[in-house]
């Protein structure tokens, strides 16, 4: 149901009716998805330049599969041909079910919803706020430290990784089946500037858009989230061991898992790889959360969707009140009008100037 008045958008969305008011760019809701809407299946997916790798919980045999989705060879027809190979991977994965991917929506300088330019920008709005609701959180938990996450880069750059002779067969197949409605003349001056060294590291993002494609056209609501955040949230009062730690970080990411699956009563072997435990930690975050009605999602008409799992004391903890006292369940929940030009680095999600959400039970 959408209603304008004047500059208000009236939305009901997951059982909360969401007030917004459109001021321009930057516009961005959150909101906490219902509990009774929990999705038959989740599923993490870890993206990588040569795989796709899978943590699947099917809600109702109570357990989490580990499955590999591989794109060499993806060539003719290349969006269609990893759709397929998502179903043969993972059946459970039908229409209506959830899947969490790590990897961004879109570059950052193209509007999701037309495919048009934006305005010249450092980073993407989503990120910001996220910083934000980290600190607030890192306040009253110090482990948790501060949110770093890889920029976005903008469309040139991955089309100067597609012109490029080095670039991989099946990315340069899956990037050219999503840019090519962009114009030949950027492509061009794209091909005149090559990648080199550790930019070539977020290269595997065109992975990442593809594989929202392929969900989305197999009837899949996909949205976007942040393992290593999500490892931290999950066990805020210890420091997250760097991935370079090796065997002893994989250690720790399975006794965290293997914790959160105790707690949500699903049979969880421990995750082989690195790669798989990102995986099962987006999965079994969402479930642990939708549960609880912590499962929160940020909307951005431009940028997509992105999911934080949160613990139900973290979630009270977002929306509690400048001066600390808990808001009455019964109240209208207010959302702080996020302000994307303040310098400030925490977020309190009560009131603001700039735009105003307001959420409460319909």
């Known amino acids: 149901e959408t209603i304008r008045d004047g500059q208000r958008l009236r939305k009901q969305v997951h059982g909360f009716v969401i007030m917004q008011r459109e001021r321009g760019l930057g516009r961005l809701t959150i909101a906490a998805r219902r509990p009774d809407k929990s999705p038959r299946a ?10 796709l790798d899978l943590a699947i919980i099917d809600r109702r045999r109570a357990r989490i599969a580990y499955r590999r989705v591989a794109m060499a060879g993806i060539d003719r027809a290349p969006l269609e041909m990893l759709r397929e190979r998502i179903a043969a991977a993972a059946p459970e994965l039908d229409r209506g079910a959830l899947a969490i991917v790590d990897s961004p929506r879109w570059p950052r300088d193209r509007d999701l919803r037309r495919n048009r330019a934006r305005p010249a920008r450092r980073g993407r709005d989503l990120d910001s706020v996220l910083r934000r609701l980290v600190a607030t959180l890192a306040a009253a938990a110090p482990a948790l430290g501060r949110l770093s996450m890889f920029p976005t880069p903008p469309t040139v750059y991955f089309l ?34 090559s990648v080199r060294g550790g930019l070539l590291f977020t290269r595997f993002m065109i992975a990442g858009f593809a594989a929202y494609r392929a969900l989305e056209a197999a009837g899949i609501e996909a949205c976007e989230s942040f393992p290593d955040l999500q490892f931290r949230l ?11 730690a090796g065997k002893a970080a994989l250690a720790m990411r399975q006794r965290i898992i293997a914790r959160l699956a105790r707690e949500a009563g699903v049979d969880a072997g421990p995750p082989a790889t690195l790669d798989f435990a990102d995986a099962a930690i987006l999965a079994l975050g969402a479930l642990r959360s939708s549960r609880s009605g912590a499962l929160i999602e940020l909307r951005s008409p431009e940028e997509g969707r992105f999911v ?21 369940k019964r109240a209208a929940i207010r959302f702080q009008e996020v302000d994307l030009r303040s310098p400030n680095r925490s977020l309190n999600l009560a009131a603001g100037p700039v735009y105003n959400y307001i959420a409460r039970r319909c």
């Open 42 to 51: 989740i599923a993490g997916i870890d993206v990588g330049e040569d795989y």
């Open 160 to 193: 100067r990784c597609i012109a490029d002779s080095r670039c991989k067969p099946h990315l340069q197949s899956l990037g050219c089946a999503l840019f090519a409605p962009l114009m030949r003349r950027e492509r061009r001056a794209a091909a005149r500037a």
């Open 234 to 244: 999950a066990a805020p009062t210890v420091r997250l061991l760097p991935k370079s």
């Open 308 to 328: 934080l799992a949160l613990s139900r004391a973290q979630w009270r903890l977002l929306r509690a009140q400048p001066d600390g006292g808990a808001l009455d």
